[in-house]
């Protein structure tokens, strides 16, 4: 069973801090990662992609990677109260490249107290 | 650019009555289409997903159905349904070349009565 773990949280962090996301998934061949934000009673929204070892920065969102520890982070810079959302990880395991599947985690909530 | 559509945004229904949900994707060609439940407080749960017309891929044993009768529509349905369907109905797609992105439609919230 290929798995994508989060903790489920609230994580909860001041406004202006580091808030940190992680991410462990079960498949080591696994090919693409992603970070995806839903607000309360809204649908997922994609905010990174991720698909080689490191960091890649957008704006205050920093995904890291390490496929050698199978895990993946997001950092968030300078939180603000918009931030409070859930942060779903999403991974797509090796052989679904042609179908596009995603294992999602249960996503962590993150509240960014003003 | 690509939009996706999902209607009805909300729906009440009673146990046993069927169900129909629609989904359609605009800007895009080909694409692979996904249909996800999300339970109140839960995540995501892949249902069905389409790599093309009138190819369907079930996930989970259940009394949904999907069809894919068109290039960008996408749509679940049920015979009768269960109090156990209601959730939170999420149409997706992806291009079917590149890095998988999924992007998700404005969902559709079923209450079964």
């Known amino acids: 069973q290929k798995e994508v773990e989060q903790n489920s949280g609230p994580l909860s962090v001041p406004e202006g801090a580091i808030a940190s996301l992680n991410c462990t998934y079960s498949d080591r061949g696994s090919q693409s990662f992603f970070w995806y934000r839903q607000y309360s009673g809204k649908s997922p929204e994609l905010i990174m992609s991720i698909y080689s070892n490191g960091d890649k920065e957008d704006g205050r969102f920093t995904a890291q990677l390490n496929k050698a520890s199978q895990y993946v982070s997001l950092l968030i810079r300078d939180s603000q109260p918009s931030d409070s959302a859930t942060y779903l990880c999403a991974v797509n395991p090796n052989g679904s490249s042609n179908t596009g599947k995603l294992i999602f985690g249960q996503g962590t909530t993150l509240q960014v107290k003003p | 650019s690509q939009t996706i559509h999902q209607w009805p945004a909300t729906l009440v229904q009673p146990v046993g009555s069927p169900l129909s949900l629609e989904c359609t994707v605009e800007g895009t060609s080909n694409p692979n289409l996904y249909w996800y439940r999300q339970a109140a407080g839960r995540g995501l749960q892949l249902l069905f997903y389409?790599?093309?017309?009138?190819?369907i891929s079930s996930e989970v044993p259940q009394n949904l159905s999907a069809s894919r009768p068109q290039d960008r529509q996408f749509i679940l349905s049920s015979k009768k349904l269960l109090l156990s369907d209601s959730g939170f109905y999420l149409c997706?797609?992806?291009?079917?070349?590149?890095?998988?992105?999924?992007?998700f439609g404005p969902g559709t919230r079923l209450t079964v009565l």
């Open positions: 997706a797609w992806s291009a079917s070349l590149g890095y998988n992105e999924q992007f």
């Open positions: 389409s790599v093309g017309i009138g190819q």
